[in-house]
């Protein structure tokens, strides 16, 4: 049998395979497995931060420190990660029509003006990919999350 695959799909198809579909900054890492990372650990992984900077609640308890490390940030809760915001998860980056999503990911559990939300199954603990986007209906935003805080 003769394959006939066009040669500019062939690195394309390789590194979806080598990376089970997911987009990252490294190869093969799911973005939400560093959900849960406690501070000494995502220093370890990716040593110190850009930035560091407060993200202020409407409630005290919803506080967040963040570290960003340029393309992507970690929220802590106490001393352990709950949520990155990315520029590119799962094949859809920022700035690409928000059509795009039930065809990389399935459809949404909920879709607003601005926002798509996904379930993340699977996972440790309920998790969801929050995408948002502007009124064209491009994503400006990717947030993965502990959906139970």
Known sequence: MQWNI???LLPVLTALLLTGGRA??????DPASLIGLTVAELMQRYGAPQAVYAVRGEEDWQDDVVFSYG????YFYK????????RNAYGIRVGENRNVIPLLLGEPTAVG??????ALSGRS??????????????????????SDF
Not at 24 to 29: L, R, S, T
């Open 113 to 118: 003006e601005n926002y798509s939300l996904a």
């Open 24 to 29: 990252w900054g490294q190869a093969g890492e």
């Open 71 to 74: 393309d992507r940030e970690f």
């Open 125 to 146: 603990w309920p998790m969801h990919i929050r995408f948002n986007n502007d009124n064209r209906g491009l994503v400006t935003a990717i947030f993965i999350y502990r």
């Open 79 to 86: 001393d352990r990660v709950w949520q990155i915001s990315l």
């Open 6 to 8: 066009r040669p500019f």
